[in-house]
Structures are given as structure tokens and as C-alpha cells.
């Protein structure tokens, strides 16, 4: 199958995937600039149901290392995971215009490559972007970690849902 790229700017309500496809939101956090961070994410099915969620202490970064760790660490879930297809969604244009550039495999920032090499794998991937607002979900539980506990990961399961305090 391969990487599909799709730089548009397009709202998940204007695109609507196939029954097969998952929505993977993802975000990152660095309350401060080069401070600790921290990312978060969340598996939607394409009628909108929680599938499952992460959250996850990424050490010293920047914004946009952030919002690349959270990108890489989503995708990589979602291979384990065995997701055959999957849209991706990120409030950081400057990420989505990274990893659909047809540069990706040379690029100069090293998880930019290894993005690149995990979409390469078997399987469908759509990178856009989507306002801030359509993006809180993640943000939310990015937010959830304490960024000085490096290492810590959380899985959310549909078991917990209920126990969100934001509409998915």
C-alpha cells in the first residue's frame, strides 16, 4: 500500500474514511521553550469511537520535536497495533508539511527518516492538518503526563472512557 500523502488542510468532518480506516489525533507539549515535554494521542474507529489513547514524557524538546515524537510514537503504536489504515491528525502544520514533504528521507531532523521509514511499511497513512480546536482530545492527554517522569507511557482503553473529562 504505502505512505499516502495529503498536505491539504482538511477537517476530519470533511473527510470521511472508509469503515477500515482509524483517526489517530496526536499532540505535544512543552509548557516552556526547550523545557520538558510531553505528547499524547488518541485511536478513534470512523464513526468517532474511542479505540484507545497514549500519553507519554518525551525529555528535553522544543514544540516541534514534540509534536514529531508524538507523531512517530502514534504510528508506531498503530503498526503494533495492526491498523491497516490510518489518518492521522496534528494542529502542527509545520509537522504535517514535514512529514509529507517529498524530501522526508533525506530531511536533516533525524525523526523526520524515521517517519518516513515507518509509513514505508505495508500499510496506508494520511498526514493533515486540523485547527487547534478539532485537536483538544490530544492535547488534553498530552497534558495528563508529568513531563519529569521520563519513560512514563500510559495506555487508555475503552474500559476508562468514561472517565474522560472532554468530549471525544
Known amino acids: 500500500m504505502g505512505s499516502i500523502s495529503d498536505s491539504r488542510l482538511v477537517p476530519l468532518e470533511r473527510f470521511v474514511p472508509y469503515p477500515d480506516w482509524v483517526i489517530l489525533n496526536v ?23 474511542w ?32 491498523f491497516e489504515k490510518v489518518l492521522v491528525r496534528s494542529d502542527s502544520k509545520q509537522t504535517v508539511d514535514l512529514v509529507n514533504s517529498p524530501s522526508t528521507d533525506s530531511s536533516v531532523l533525524s525523526l ?9 511499511h505495508s500499510w496506508a497513512t494520511i498526514v493533515s492538518w486540523v485547527p487547534r ?14 513531563s519529569s517522569v521520563f519513560f512514563f507511557t500510559c495506555l487508555l482503553r475503552t474500559s476508562i472512557r468514561s472517565g474522560l473529562a472532554f468530549k471525544l
Open 133 to 146: 480546536d478539532d485537536n483538544r482530545p490530544a492535547d488534553a492527554l498530552a497534558k495528563l503526563v508529568d
Open 27 to 49: 499532540d505535544g507539549d512543552v509548557p516552556m521553550p526547550m523545557s520538558s515535554g510531553s505528547i499524547g494521542g488518541l485511536f478513534r474507529n470512523c464513526d468517532g469511537d
Open 51 to 82: 479505540i484507545m489513547g497514549f500519553a507519554k514524557a518525551v525529555g528535553h524538546a522544543n514544540s516541534l520535536q514534540a509534536e514529531l515524537w508524538a507523531l512517530f510514537e502514534g504510528l508506531l503504536l498503530a503498526w503494533e497495533q495492526g
Open 112 to 120: 523526520v527518516r524515521a517517519i518516513h521509514r515507518l509509513r514505508r
